[in-house]
T-cell receptor, first 112, second 117 residues
Framework: SQQGEEDPQALSIQEGENATMNCSYK?????LQWYRQNSGRGLVHLIL?????REKHSGRLRVTLDTSKKSSSLLITASRAADTASYFC????????????FGEGTQLTVNP | GAVVSQHPSWVICKSGTSVKIECRSL??????MFWYRQFPKQSLMLMAT?????????EQGVEKDKFLINHASLTLSTLTVTSAHPEDSSFYIC?????????????FGEGSRLTVL
């Protein structure tokens, strides 16, 4: 069953602004991952954060993980129009080796 | 990065026919591949886990006789939608995890859009 819930469902911002998306989950995890999907395309892996990590950076992306609250956030700084896409969190439940469960996704629109 | 190729990218078929979708890992071996279904503006729903050399594991509510999965080699898994009906119209996406990686990122195909008339 889907266990990730994301908010907001949709986010519209201006180019240059920061975008923050949140994800909550219900069970223990081995890691949490964020993916991006352009309309009608496959998913692209953005970043993975392990359960013993609290924050991770990759370029303009910053991910935080709070296992006590079972939540994660994805921050995209200095957004660009090309960042327009759907963003999904996915949990890799503990014990490892199980299949990823995806959240409902956030549709981000960055207006030029 | 690792590449997963999915074919065909789109297919239109008549109701009652069967459609086969292929998922190939091009530059790595994958003992496990996953098949997802995605409706417009919705998340991915895991249909089944495809295991090389053994039977697929289907999620609850997914008919195994309707969605046949064959993982014949370490680089190829196929999903066959049998006797397709209009309600089977959807976006089907496969993903693969590299051999030796118990946990970690998945590599996704570009998806196959099935339209059943």
């Amino acid at each position: 069953s889907q266990q990730g819930e994301e908010d907001p469902q949709a986010l519209s911002i201006q180019e240059g602004e920061n975008a923050t998306m949140n994800c909550s989950y219900k069970t223990s995890i081995n890691n949490l991952q964020w993916y991006r999907q352009n309309s009608g395309r496959g998913l692209v892996h953005l970043i993975l954060i392990r359960s013993n990590e609290r924050e991770k950076h990759s370029g303009r992306l910053r991910v935080t993980l709070d296992t006590s609250k079972k939540s994660s956030s994805l921050l995209i700084t200095a957004s660009r129009a090309a960042d327009t896409a759907s963003y999904f969190c996915a949990t890799d439940p503990y014990p490892s080796g199980s299949r990823l469960t995806f959240g409902e996704g956030t549709q981000l629109t960055v207006n030029p | 990065g690792a590449v997963v190729s999915q074919h065909p990218s789109w297919v239109i078929c008549k109701s009652g026919t069967s459609v086969k979708i292929e998922c190939r890992s091009l530059d790595f071996q994958a003992t496990t591949m996953f098949w997802y279904r995605q409706f417009p503006k919705q998340s991915l729903m895991l249909m089944a886990t495809s295991n090389e050399g053994s039977k697929a594991t289907y999620e609850q509510g997914v008919e195994k006789d309707k969605f046949l999965i064959n993982h014949a080699s370490l680089t190829l898994s196929t999903l066959t939608v049998t006797s397709a009906h209009p309600e089977d119209s959807s976006f089907y996406i496969c993903s693969a995890r590299s051999v030796g990686r118990v946990a970690g990122e998945l590599f996704f195909g570009e998806g196959s859009r099935l339209t059943v008339l």
